[in-house]
């Protein structure tokens, strides 16, 4: 049985309930708007919200059925990337009420050391890679031009996975640039 609620994170930011699975024609969702699994629910169950909407999930899945090559998920090979922070943009601070205070995400520093996974032709977040990697016959499939997401399927669902980057944007190079934790950049 799979723990959909593993794939599932509250963002206050994001308009739409992602902090638990939800039901809804015939398949239970989770995301966290970064990735999106679903597994065939048995009957129709939808889950009410609690005030804010579930995204609308059923419409990414569309492109399934034009997929007809499907791969192994590949071995785990991270490799560090320096990574701007997403909390402040690099400035090392950010605006709280009137006063700018250092970024606690990064500890000021505007960058921080992240493990990412290649994937084919594109790049996650190792985190994710640690969530699927679990899922039993995980296969992928993906489409080598930018803007679109690694699908994967898996025994008894399937899913999408958002790409942080693709080899050409971390310099062509699928090693490691950044081994050791530094003053500069602190691994995350």
């Not at 579930?54 to 419409?59: I, K, S, V, Y």
């Not at 921080?112 to 996974?117: D, T, V």
């Not at 016959?137 to 997401?149: A, D, M, N, V």
């Amino acid at each position: 049985m799979i723990d959909l609620a593993e794939f599932c994170e509250d963002l206050p930011w994001w308009e739409f309930d992602s902090s638990r699975p939800f039901s809804h024609d015939g398949y239970t969702y989770a995301t966290d708007a970064r990735i999106c699994i679903r597994t065939p629910t048995p009957k129709e169950d939808d889950t009410p919200s609690r005030g804010r909407p579930f995204p609308q999930c059923a419409e990414v899945f569309l492109n399934f059925p034009l997929l007809s090559t499907w791969e192994p998920w590949p071995d785990e090979a991270y490799f560090d990337e320096i990574a701007t922070c997403a909390v402040c943009l690099g400035n090392g601070q950010v605006l709280i009420g009137n006063t700018f205070v250092k970024c606690t995400h990064c500890d000021g520093k505007g960058t921080w050391i992240s493990q990412m996974q290649r994937v084919g032709p594109k790049v996650i977040d190792a985190r994710y890679d640690g969530k699927v990697r679990e899922l039993s016959c995980l296969e992928y499939s993906t489409r080598p031009e930018f803007g679109y997401p690694i699908y994967i399927r898996f025994k008894g669902g399937e899913g999408m996975i958002a790409p942080i980057a693709q080899p050409e944007d971390t310099g062509g190079s699928m090693t490691c640039k950044y081994t050791e934790e530094t003053e500069d950049h602190p691994r995350i």
